[in-house]
């Protein structure tokens, strides 16, 4: 059938592009597992573990309109934690395991909640060549039986029709569906596989070659839905050609029938493209296995071909590239900043706001009561907020805002598509939600409040502890959202107009590539990453701008703080920062995801903030001088992407809440007790630990300071047993770190030794409020030395 044929087409043509994705994303896995890379960002929250599988979230008796009966019926809906849309005949048969009448995925869809919006949305998808009369334009496409409906728009599936009494249930229900619509788009995406990244690297050269640039709305779901989309985004021009005129009837009919022939079509497809892709990857898998053994012995001679590659591109490309830059894009990336952090930030801040109001109606319910089932009840509750549609829905509007005020791009970057900008922020913002619930159950737990009269006060800390979290993890979220969104508005630009120019000469390069490599290297992909590493850094050069005027609360990488006192909250252990390998760059996902704050071995060296940041700084700020690469060291397209989102913007974040423990507790590791004060030296002796440390480094691996417990190999090694104390005078930073050998000894240490209120410096501080001498130093090293040597031997 014409069918048939459209879709083996297409699929025929997609395969090349996968087949070389799949290898080069198999070959970064493989390296990725070698070098045993980390491409995560330190978060201070705790990270919520996923929810029990069939949990639900929404279920209610509702009128349904049934499409094959043309009449609303009532069935009963449920909504579980997987994010599809179930209607039953009853209650009774969804409570008995019955199948459902209609199973709804929501993929791509828009919800409406006026008749009009749907009317209007639906007849831009019905391009009638008959037209139509004043009245057949008026009449009803489903008539209303309740005065609140509710409609799930689709591009290619059957739209599905809800209809309520009041408005309460109408906002309840449309607000769940737009919870499905978010999660359906991108959960698939937030994958963090190499089958998934081959896939999606494929889509975006696939496009590309068809002259297609930057975001398409279609990328919305699975492989087998997005490659569907992309099937029918060819395939739905020829259907209205033959279809449409040959149509005869009233114009609602005509229009109804037509969703029909869609939908049947894209089941058809679907289907199709099911089974043409799992024998591709099937293929593709078989393929890997072949490389593998090349790959893990050769590994350093494809690093350094694919170096050798990017230098001799970047040399052709690098100056047209900065040219399209500096006049086409560099001059507006500040304003669309601008317009970006209004809405994200005002989302953020309306979620912390609701985390705030709903603790606080805890305390006071509390205060009022004094029942500790009650209390235990509402905490309960409180762990349901981010999945409380109505509640959050007012967070998540602030950011729909950008719809309005990114119209310019429309023009400029010809930018139609925000939709994946402002729905991935919102789902940011509800993992945000779990993670301080979360955070907040763990640092209080009613079941072990002994003391009822100190309770009201406990939860208040916690509270402040929690939100003073979220605000650095907000502020490292949003910097990585900006990050992404200004890149993804500018790079389609580039992309368009150095295709004419550079694109054509890709090919000459490919004589540079090893014969046994081809499979690989591709050129195609160390083109991309040069362009995009191009954009990337002049993104980043704003943020950090943004950051350092601190507009809408966001903070500099190196910011100290001053902390407050948490003393009375010694019983409770703050939570161990947990980590979130999130994409700089959906196609080219993390691979890797873990916390950072787990102990790779015995032995653990902590180093200041500002000794990261320099090192850091000192190693990526002049990509140029990496033997003309712009491609990381090791030779990882992707993992630059990863290399910079997290250097520039996520693990620099170590040296804010120092006063929480971050240093001792949040390495998991057991603390020394210091209750005298604060170890402290001269500006003098930091430049000159700051410098041996780096010498170390340097002299090892760049990359050990970064990679901090990544590696055994790579971590610089600390005496067992030693004490190692450095203090920033210039951000006002005292670090105290003490590295005990094996699990026994922590515990031991644990046990025996009471645990170590860490404190902050006020704003200023005089050079005869701290001790300065070395003497000083080492006779309060001894002492700490003596503790614990007692606390072993006891």
């Known amino acids: 059938s014409f069918t048939s044929g459209k879709t083996e087409a297409t699929i025929k043509n997609f395969s090349p592009h996968y087949r070389r994705q799949y290898a080069v994303a198999f070959c970064r896995h493989v390296q990725e597992e070698l070098e045993q890379h980390r491409h995560s960002q330190s978060r201070f929250l705790k990270t919520r573990p996923p929810g029990e599988a069939g949990t639900v979230l929404y279920e209610a008796e509702l009128l349904h309109f049934a499409e094959d009966l043309k009449k609303w019926k009532d069935r009963y809906v449920v909504i579980k934690n997987d994010y599809t849309v179930d209607c039953f005949e009853t209650k009774e048969a969804y409570q008995k395991g019955a199948s459902p009448k209609y199973h709804v995925l929501p993929a791509g869809g828009k919800v409406l909640t006026s008749e009009e919006d749907y009317n209007l949305l639906s007849d831009k998808h019905f391009p009638d060549p008959v037209g139509s009369s004043e009245k057949e334009a008026a009449a009803a496409f489903v008539p209303l039986p309740k005065e609140f409906p509710v409609y799930l728009w689709q591009p290619f599936s059957r739209h599905s029709y809800y209809c309520f009494p009041e408005p309460v249930a109408q906002r309840r229900f449309s607000a769940v569906l737009g919870d499905c619509v978010r999660h359906s788009n991108h959960d698939f995406l937030k994958q963090t596989t190499y089958e998934v990244e081959a896939f999606l690297e494929a889509i975006q050269f696939f496009r590309q070659e068809k002259g297609h640039y930057g975001t398409w709305e279609m990328i919305t779901g699975n492989e087998k839905e997005i490659l569907s989309n992309l099937v029918m985004e060819e395939l739905l021009p020829n259907l209205q050609t033959m279809i449409l005129p040959k149509m005869k009837g009233k114009r609602n009919d005509r229009k109804r029938a037509w969703f029909g022939i869609v939908e049947e079509t894209?089941?058809?497809?679907?289907?199709?493209?099911?089974?043409?892709?799992?024998?591709?990857?099937?293929?593709?898998?078989?393929?890997?296995?072949?490389?593998?053994?090349?790959?893990?012995?050769?590994?350093?001679?494809?690093?350094?071909?694919?170096?050798?590659?990017?230098?001799?591109?970047?040399?052709?490309?690098?100056?047209?590239?900065q040219k399209c830059c500096m006049e086409n894009i560099q001059p507006f990336l500040t304003s669309i900043l601008e317009e970006l952090m209004g809405p994200v930030s005002s989302g953020f801040t309306e979620v912390r706001s609701l985390f705030e109001k709903e603790v606080n109606e805890i305390i006071q319910d509390f205060q009022k009561t004094n029942d500790m089932t009650r209390?235990?009840?509402?905490?309960?509750?409180?762990?349901?907020?981010?999945?409380?549609?109505?509640?959050?829905?007012?967070?998540?509007?602030?950011?729909?805002?950008?719809?309005?005020?990114?119209?310019?791009?429309?023009?400029?970057?010809?930018?139609?598509?925000?939709?994946?900008?402002?729905?991935?922020?919102?789902?940011?913002?509800?993992?945000?939600?779990?993670?301080?619930?979360?955070?907040?159950?763990?640092?209080f737990s009613p079941s072990r409040q002994a003391d009822s009269a100190k309770v009201a006060t406990t939860i208040e800390k916690v509270k402040l502890r929690v939100l003073k979290q979220y605000d650095y993890d907000s502020s490292t979220?949003?910097?990585?959202?900006?990050?992404?969104?200004?890149?993804?508005?500018?790079?389609?630009?580039?992309?368009?107009?150095?295709?004419?120019?550079?694109?054509?000469e890709l090919q000459k390069y490919e004589q540079y590539i090893f014969a046994d490599y081809t499979s690989v290297i591709q050129v195609e992909n160390v083109y991309e990453e040069i362009l995009y590493q191009t954009?990337?850094?002049?993104?980043?050069?704003?943020?950090?701008?943004?950051?350092?005027?601190?507009?809408?609360?966001?903070?500099?990488?190196?910011?100290?703080?001053?902390?407050?006192?948490?003393?009375?909250?010694?019983?409770?252990?703050?939570?161990?920062?947990?980590?979130?390998?999130?994409?700089?760059?959906?196609?080219?996902?993390?691979?890797?995801?873990?916390?950072?704050t787990?102990?790779?071995?015995?032995?653990?060296?902590?180093?200041?903030?500002?000794?990261?940041?320099?090192?850091?700084?000192?190693?990526?700020?002049?990509?140029?001088?990496?033997?003309?690469?712009?491609?990381?060291?090791?030779?990882?397209?992707?993992?630059t992407r990863e290399a910079v989102a997290v250097t520039d913007i996520g693990d620099k974040q170590e040296c804010p809440l120092a006063g929480h423990t971050k240093q001792g507790v949040a390495e998991g590791k057991s603390t020394l007790e210091n209750e005298s004060e604060c170890v402290a030296s001269t500006e003098r002796e930091l430049k000159a630990q700051q410098e041996a440390v780096e010498e170390k480094v340097a002299s090892g691996t760049d990359t050990a300071v970064k990679n901090v417990g990544a590696s055994p190999k790579k971590v610089l090694k600390v005496p067992e047993g030693a004490a190692e104390e450095e203090v920033t005078s210039g951000s006002q930073t005292v670090t105290a770190a003490v590295s005990v050998s094996g699990t026994e000894k922590a515990s031991t240490a644990q046990e025996k030794v009471s645990e170590m209120k860490l404190t902050c410096p006020p704003e200023s501080v005089t050079d005869t409020e701290v001790l300065g001498s070395a003497e000083k130093k080492s006779k309060v090293e001894n002492e700490i030395m003596e503790k614990l040597s007692q606390s072993e031997n006891a």
Not at 610 to 627: C, L, Q, R, T, Y
């Open 266 to 321: 894209y089941g058809l497809v679907q289907q199709q493209v099911a089974e043409e892709l799992s024998t591709l990857k099937e293929e593709c898998r078989e393929f890997a296995k072949t490389l593998e053994g090349t790959i893990r012995s050769d590994m350093d001679q494809i690093l350094n071909s694919k170096n050798f590659l990017a230098g001799k591109i970047k040399a052709s490309v690098s100056e047209p590239a």
């Open 375 to 443: 209390l235990k009840e509402n905490v309960d509750q409180l762990m349901t907020l981010p999945f409380n549609s109505m509640k959050m829905e007012p967070c998540y509007l602030k950011v729909n805002l950008l719809q309005e005020l990114l119209q310019d791009l429309k023009s400029r970057f010809k930018v139609y598509h925000i939709d994946f900008v402002i729905q991935r922020t919102q789902n940011f913002m509800q993992e945000l939600m779990e993670n301080a619930v979360y955070t907040f159950e763990q640092l």
């Open 477 to 504: 979220i949003r910097k990585k959202i900006f990050q992404e969104a200004l890149v993804q508005i500018t790079l389609p630009t580039m992309q368009k107009t150095l295709a004419s120019t550079c694109k054509p």
């Open 535 to 596: 954009l990337l850094e002049e993104a980043l050069k704003v943020i950090k701008e943004a950051a350092v005027l601190k507009k809408h609360n966001l903070f500099e990488d190196n910011l100290n703080v001053p902390c407050e006192s948490v003393s009375s909250l010694t019983e409770l252990r703050t939570p161990v920062g947990s980590a979130h390998g999130t994409p700089a760059k959906v196609p080219a996902a993390a691979r890797a995801e873990g916390s950072d």
């Open 598 to 639: 787990e102990s790779h071995g015995d032995e653990t060296l902590i180093v200041t903030g500002k000794i990261v940041w320099e090192k850091d700084a000192d190693e990526g700020k002049s990509p140029d001088k990496e033997a003309g690469v712009s491609v990381s060291a090791a030779g990882d397209q992707a993992s």
